[in-house]
């Protein structure tokens, strides 16, 4: 019988009891260190108190918390007590919070660390029992550590049967509202195994494998690779973040040895790295054999990035200039592929397939197709078991022999090497008629180093434009008219360039500098980074006929 993910966790609490295994910051630069053993003492007393409730088998008990060592603790307690996990984006609004906990049925809910806790507290009803995590902020909710300091541990290794639900997925809602995707021990252990197999070659048993969990546990990139890849393989240690601001001197406490990021980070760090050396200075020394390597090591430490053996990216494109940046300085960074369905296993780069703008083959045991219409269609380890409570939306997901619908456009090289070229509904129509794939554009557009974000829309004009958050570094020197007047050449300069890689009908009439950030906090972005464009572009079309009407190539709005 295929082993379920809570069999991995039990062997490792047995056999390495006393391997560290969660290195968690508390504050003031002090961090402590869970081995396995006394992650699952902590993990079985709270599971024996949750027992003790009462709560029906599979009963939903919800997280709201940013990454800790206690989230992990809180999954595995809730699976050995029979409940199923909802995990809910620390960054999410009142509304949404109690959309979801209200739509999953939750009949707990745990809060840890987190930024906005008074901004979210109403979405919260006050007849919902909650528990505090270390770490959380002041609530008057009754604390993790008091509980489990009078619980005695739940014994045994209570197992789950693998078509129970491990975790309702909340998507980050880019389109609409979040949708619960359930995925089971039976879905979440198989991904699991394999990310394992598919990191092994990478990291062998008895190498340093450390990595940094910041990304949103709530979604499920990071609770695939990272903490379920965790729970498998056992001899993973995992750092977390103390705080924003301390993110840097965190990877370099950590210096991982994988590390996985969004296209906007990598992008962060690239512009960080420019604004304390001029490009061409870069790239002249990166052109020359003799000082290459040695620059290239020196600016991977500064980022903390330095023993990084296998660096990956997913969520969004990664502009494949920026890939093609990071190897020239010596990262080993790979593209992936995996949406919340799949549990986040599908394609990846890997040798031959890491092909800068590419998202690799097929892992594992996948199949994947393309449609007629050049949708791509997958088939994983980590198939979903449907959205909750939506069983319309579940009959639309899958062909007749079982495939996911993805939604997702895409290619395939002679060698079979999958390029995503955008998304069915962010195809958009110009008066023309003509259908216009935005993704590819925003690639372009993104790739320059004064860009942070960008968006291509256009529906039902005569021809698409741009809108653009410059970068961090450089919005506050604009009200200096000469960096303003050398960042409109710049611009004007950057929409020539891309213009001329374009078809006639996918040609920009302007660029707009958005008057300011998209974030997630004013809902211009997803808890995971992701554009929400039905936002965006509700707010600019006002605007519109009267930029149309402007000759000018980059408007400040």
Avoid at 82 to 104: D, K, M, Q, R, W
Avoid at 341 to 363: I, K, N, Q, W
Wanted: hydrophobic share 45%.
């Amino acid at each position: 019988m295929t082993q379920l993910i809570l069999d991995h966790v039990y062997q490792h609490e047995r056999e390495r009891r006393n391997e560290p295994f969660l290195t968690q910051p508390i504050g003031q630069g002090e961090v402590v260190t869970f081995t396995w053993g006394e992650t699952m003492d902590q993990a079985r007393r709270m599971a024996a108190h949750l027992r003790a409730q009462g709560f029906e088998p599979g009963a939903r008990i919800a997280m709201l918390a940013k990454n800790s060592a206690h989230f992990f603790m809180v999954d595995l307690a809730v699976w050995m007590a029979g409940g199923t996990t909802v995990a809910i984006f620390p960054t999410e609004s009142a509304h949404n919070i109690a959309y979801v906990l209200e739509h999953s049925e939750a009949r707990l809910l745990f809060v840890g660390k987190l930024d906005d806790w008074e901004r979210q507290a109403p979405g919260v009803p006050a007849t919902l029992p909650c528990i505090a995590l270390p770490l959380a902020p002041d609530t008057g909710l009754e604390r993790w550590d008091e509980i489990v300091a009078r619980t005695e541990p739940l014994t045994g290794e209570p197992m789950r049967a693998a078509d129970e639900l491990a975790l309702l997925l909340y998507t980050s809602g880019s389109t609409g509202q979040p949708k619960g995707v359930m995925q089971t021990f039976g879905s979440v252990s198989a991904a699991a195994q394999c990310i394992v197999e598919e990191m092994r070659h990478r990291f062998p048993e008895g190498t340093e494998l450390r990595v940094l969990s910041y990304l949103p546990l709530a979604h499920c990139f990071e609770r695939a690779w990272v903490e379920c890849q965790a729970f498998v393989r056992g001899d993973m240690q995992v750092y977390f973040t103390d705080t924003a601001a301390t993110f840097m001197q965190d990877l370099q406490r950590a210096r991982p040895t994988l590390f996985i990021s969004v296209p906007r980070l990598w992008t962060k760090f690239q512009q960080g790295v420019l604004a304390k050396m001029p490009a061409a200075q870069l790239d002249a020394m990166l052109d020359n054999p003799a000082t290459a390597a040695a620059v290239g090591a020196k600016v991977l430490a500064s980022l903390g990035l330095d023993q990084v053996k296998n660096a990956g990216s997913g969520s969004a494109p990664l502009p494949a200039e920026l890939l093609v940046w990071y190897r020239r300085l010596g990262l080993n960074l790979f593209e992936g592929y995996g949406m919340t369905e799949d549990f986040a296993y599908s394609h990846g780069g890997d040798g031959d397939a890491s092909l800068p703008g590419h998202v690799g083959r097929p892992y594992p045991g996948v199949q994947a197709r393309l449609a007629d219409d050049g949708e791509i269609l997958v088939k994983s380890p980590g198939r979903m078991a449907g959205y909750y409570k939506q069983p319309e939306l579940n009959a639309e997901a899958f062909t007749d022999d079982g495939f996911f619908h993805t939604g997702d456009l895409g290619v395939l090289n002679e060698q079979g090497v999958l390029r995503i070229t955008g998304r069915k509904k962010e195809l958009f129509k110009t008066a023309k008629g003509k259908y216009v794939a935005p993704v590819p554009i925003e690639n372009l557009l993104n790739a320059h180093p004064m860009v942070e974000l960008a968006l291509v829309s256009g529906v039902g004009q005569a021809t698409p434009y741009a809108v653009l958050v410059l970068d961090e570094a450089l919005r506050p020197r604009l009200a200096d008219p000469a960096v303003q007047a050398e960042a409109q050449a710049s611009l004007t300069a950057l929409l020539q360039q891309v213009n001329a890689q374009l078809a006639s009908y996918e040609k920009l009439q302007f660029l707009v500098v958005a008057s300011e950030p998209w974030s997630i906090e004013n809902g211009c972005l997803t808890p995971t980074m992701k554009i929400k464009r039905s936002r965006i572009e509700a707010a600019l079309e006002p605007h519109l006929p009267r930029w149309y009407e402007q000759p000018q190539a980059v408007i400040w709005a």
